[in-house]
């Protein structure tokens, strides 16, 4: 019993000095003891956001333009509480156009939510640009989950707040604007946003990171007809460590989405959000498209648990295969010992205690039936000094291969890579891509050939909106082929809409039938 107690403290000694010795976790307990201190004696509600210790709630919804009172806008959503201080912003972001998502983070309490729009186009949102407003309280209660859904707005006519506000419109230079997604998720990989310094920011202070990264949805190009594969990093990670596989992924078939998401928070929280953006089929729905995720580390975890929340719905996206890679399903068993001895408790890392409440009902319903996991363990440990169970250097391989997690896997497969690097490994990286590669379109090859032909590139007059633009450029060819009979519409309600209003049966509703029919009126020798 005495060597017991002797190792135990030792594993304790060894865990507690691995964190001492980074710096950013220093750091950090700092700026947490300055935030207790601020709150003490001058508290603010966005000052308690960014207390690591306090529930925040993640709110988004849809601004909503029914009227196109505002259809050359750009907008700010800001949320003000007078519960320390009158009408203190809490958060704010910003939206190209109206239709699309915003996303804030503020704690437990009343808010008054404002839509601004820059009227006189000075980039900076003031008080007699109010357009929209919504009251809104935010409690447990109201939402356990700690996430505000479909929070939407109206828009309505121009009128004044009754107090001083201004809000200067970012200074960021986004790599490309989306037609279709919230402003600023088009990026590169090489982006400043996925850097290592904002993952960290995103693990031990989750409110500045999502000041940085307020939709945690990210793709690297336009919507488009591909199948679209959502990479989920672990931990302290960034999208970025997926590079290696997605250089090896076939773009022309398949497209790569990201869940960028501040690691440090509660997972249950984290896991609403994932099922909200990428499942439900209310932010990015995929049509009936098929979904593909891959995760890695803790990662797999949060989309586990937001798997438990599907309800089989048609609106739903259909997610048919996830891929985790060295995910600790039966949790780790240093968080237990970092919850009681740790200077500071990341949420997640509270979550990831093997006795915790996360892990024990992680696997309390069964996957869908049309889901396929694939279930990929790491047992590579680099370590010289080789403590405990089996491992890849960081999670336990009984963890790992938790008993629930391989029985609801369709297939296992190890790798001798360690933790950090399996992402790069070979062998890793081929089943991941031959795993993607066996979810196919609901696009037969016929049509999909005729997509990757791309359109017509040609002067467009001021008529064309900037989405029209996109259809004809990207899609002519397609959009051509079907109208005239070339391709079938396989019995799909939306292509044979679009054909039926190309022959003038029906009334054109849609984007891509708006478009079609002024390109083929304006450029006739298109038309066959």
């Not at 993640?58 to 009227?67: A, H, S």
């Not at 790798?415 to 992402?423: E, G, K, P």
Request: charged letters at 25%; hydrophobic letters at 35%.
């Amino acid at each position: 019993m005495r060597n017991k107690s002797h190792l135990l403290r030792f594993l304790i000694y060894l865990f507690l000095s691995c964190l001492i010795a980074s710096c950013t976790y220093i750091q950090n307990v700092s700026k947490q003891t300055e935030y207790l201190r601020i709150q003490k004696t001058s508290p603010s509600q966005r000052n308690l956001k960014h207390m690591i210790d306090r529930q925040t709630f993640f709110v988004y919804g849809r601004i909503l333009d029914e009227r196109k009172l505002y259809s050359d806008r750009s907008f700010a959503v800001a949320a003000y509480s007078s519960r320390y201080e009158n009408n203190e912003l809490v958060d704010s972001t910003h939206i190209a156009r109206a239709g699309t998502q915003y996303g804030l983070n503020l704690p437990d309490g009343p808010y008054d939510l404002l839509v601004l729009a820059d009227q006189d186009q000075n980039d900076v949102f003031s008080r007699e640009e109010v357009v929209g407003r919504r009251r809104i309280e935010l409690s447990v209660e109201a939402h356990p989950e700690k996430v505000a859904e479909n929070i939407d707005i109206e828009l309505s006519e121009q009128h004044s707040a009754d107090w001083i506000i201004d809000i200067p419109a970012p200074e960021i230079a986004y790599s490309q604007e989306s037609l279709f997604f919230p402003k600023g998720s088009i990026r590169n990989l090489n982006d400043p946003l996925f850097d290592s310094d904002i993952a960290a920011l995103g693990m031990y202070e989750p409110a500045a990171f999502l000041e940085r990264a307020p939709t945690m949805f990210y793709a690297l190009e336009e919507d488009s007809y591909q199948v679209p594969v959502v990479f989920v990093h672990g931990i302290g990670g960034s999208v970025r460590e997926f590079a290696p596989i997605i250089d090896r992924l076939d773009r022309q078939r398949y497209k790569p989405w990201f869940f960028y998401y501040p690691s440090g928070e509660d997972l249950d929280q984290l896991a609403e959000i994932f099922y909200n953006i990428f499942l439900s089929g209310n932010a990015v729905p995929t049509s009936t498209k098929p979904m593909i995720v891959v995760a890695h580390s803790m990662g797999g975890l949060v989309v586990r648990e937001a798997l438990n929340k599907y309800r089989g719905t048609n609106r739903e996206n259909r997610l048919e295969l996830i891929v985790t890679i060295a995910s600790p399903f039966g949790g780790h068993p240093s968080a237990a010992k970092g919850e009681k001895h740790g200077l500071l408790v990341l949420p997640s890392w509270r979550d990831l205690n093997p006795e915790g409440i996360f892990v024990d009902r992680l696997f309390r319903k069964p996957l869908p039936l049309h889901v396929n996991h694939q279930l990929l363990y790491a047992y590579g440990n680099p370590e010289k000094l080789k403590l405990g169970e089996n491992s890849d250097g960081v999670v336990p391989l009984s963890s790992q291969l938790h008993p629930v997690a391989q029985r609801q896997s369709t297939g296992q497969f190890g790798i001798n890579s360690s933790h950090t690097d399996v992402l790069k490994d070979e062998g890793a990286i081929r089943h991941v891509i031959e795993s993607i590669h066996q979810v196919k379109n609901i696009y037969p090859e016929s049509h999909i050939e005729i997509l990757m032909t791309g359109g017509y590139d040609v002067g467009f007059d001021s008529s064309y909106s900037d989405r029209e633009k996109y259809f004809i450029r990207k899609m002519g060819r397609y959009l051509s082929a079907l109208a005239n009979g070339i391709l079938d519409s396989l019995g799909d309600p939306l292509l044979e809409h679009f054909v039926m209003a190309s022959q003038g049966k029906v009334q054109a509703k849609t984007d891509p039938e708006v478009a079609w029919l002024k390109f083929i009126k304006d450029y006739p020798h298109y038309k066959e």
